[in-house]
T-cell receptor
Framework: ETGVTQTPRHLVMGMTNKKSLKCEQH?????MYWYKQSAKKPLELMFV???????ENNSVPSRFSPECPNSSHLFLHLHTLQPEDSALYLC??????????????FGDGTRLSIL | AQKITQTQPGMFVQEKEAVTLDCTYD???????LFWYKQPSSGEMIFLIY??????QNATEGRYSLNFQKARKSANLVISASQLGDSAMYFC???????????????FGQGTTLQVKP
């Protein structure tokens, strides 16, 4: 059983749609992350939140908009996506942002397909 | 330049045998952490093992051990007594630095697909 839950597991949307990905962590962590995993590419960090404050925005296009209403929930709002945005989107959490010895715990991911 | 290199795109191992998955890294930081994750076909990234740059002993977690050679900048994962359920993609990752400037960024390698044969 994972301590990080992502919904939906699969999402198919058109380029003009607006949708949101949801992530919830039940581990009492203070940091949450969004990663993108495209085929044949390493995972790419998109956003980092620490205590609901964004601390990293890794040159992500504005069609991706994160939201962190509290330390347990993280959203990724999507609008006007492109076909190259089709990927697995993974959410992760860790106790804190600043300590290198703490693992990040991942959810199952949302597999996104853009038509 | 790639910071994490996994040179084996795919590996096969016979059930019950041991297998080593290679990982080399590049950093100028003195303090960093190295992680291995397993990703089954379901997509979830499962944390396996951690090695800190100042740790003198190689990390072990059950059937997983990390062969850490700091001078060579390598952190190979050893899986002993392979099981069919070990078939998955394995990622090596690094987290650099400590302190307030650390934004928690994990840098991942390309991954190695491991298939365990019965």
């Amino acid at each position: 059983e994972t301590g990080v839950t992502q919904t939906p597991r699969h999402l198919v949307m058109g380029m003009t749609n607006k949708k949101s990905l949801k992530c919830e962590q039940h581990l009492g962590h203070n940091a949450m992350y969004w990663y993108k995993q495209s085929a044949k590419k390493p995972l790419e960090l998109m956003f980092v939140y620490s205590l609901e404050e964004r601390v990293e925005n890794n040159s992500v296009p504005s069609r991706f908009s994160p939201e962190c209403p509290n330390s347990s929930h993280l959203f990724l709002h999507l609008h006007t996506l492109q076909p190259e945005d089709s990927a697995l989107y993974l959410c992760a959490s860790s106790q804190e942002v600043t300590y290198s010895n703490q693992p990040q715990h991942f959810g199952d991911g949302t597999r996104l397909s853009i038509l | 330049a790639q910071k994490i290199t996994q040179t084996q795109p795919g590996m096969f191992v016979q059930e019950k045998e041991a297998v080593t998955l290679d990982c080399t890294y590049d950093t100028s930081d003195q303090s960093y952490g190295l992680f291995w994750y397993k990703q089954p076909s379901s997509g979830e990234m499962i944390f396996l093992i951690y090695q800190g740059s100042y740790d003198e002993q190689n990390a072990t977690e059950g059937r997983y051990s990390l062969n850490f050679q700091k001078a060579r900048k390598s952190a190979n994962l050893v899986i002993s007594a392979s099981q069919l359920g070990d078939s998955a993609m394995y990622f090596c990752a690094m987290r650099e630095g400590l302190g307030s400037s650390n934004t928690g960024k994990l840098i991942f390698g390309q991954g190695t697909t491991l298939q365990v044969k019965p």
